[in-house]
């Protein structure tokens, strides 16, 4: 059985009451994965303004990257969103729980690929995701409003019957 819960975390108590929450007591494995901001500020006499954009226009055409021009106090923004742990290594026929906490960005809509878990990280939420991992193979989980960086790997190992 796979169940979606997104439980409020103590920074958002002032949203709306949650039904339930799951036990980590009820899985073999908690594994807590937080959705991030990478992000700089760099002075252009310093460091200059790099021409990525005009080199790699299709990578920013999403939300995963993003790079802006110096502004008024000469300095140049760059981020990137990403999953950390990027890579999850779990076993065959264990039942796990992703716990996601979300640290920036508004929403993440996410799904796990070859699992059809579909779900949502939102900002100071925790989300849990339970998954069973009963088959072997590395699957993709991506938020589509974060590509190409906020990709990561569900690795489930065989189970070596």
Known sequence: MRRLIAAACAAALAGPAVAETLDHAEFDRVISISAVEMQMYRDADRTPYPDTLDRHADLFAMGGY?????????????????????????????RVLLEFFGINGDSHPTEIEGYGIAFEVRRGEITQVELEADKPGIFRMASDLRLPSMVAQIVVLPNGE
């Open 66 to 94: 993003r790079l802006e021009p110096p502004n008024e106090d000469n300095e140049w923004y760059a981020r990137s969103y990403h999953w950390l742990p990027s890579t999850i290594v779990v076993n065959q026929g264990e």
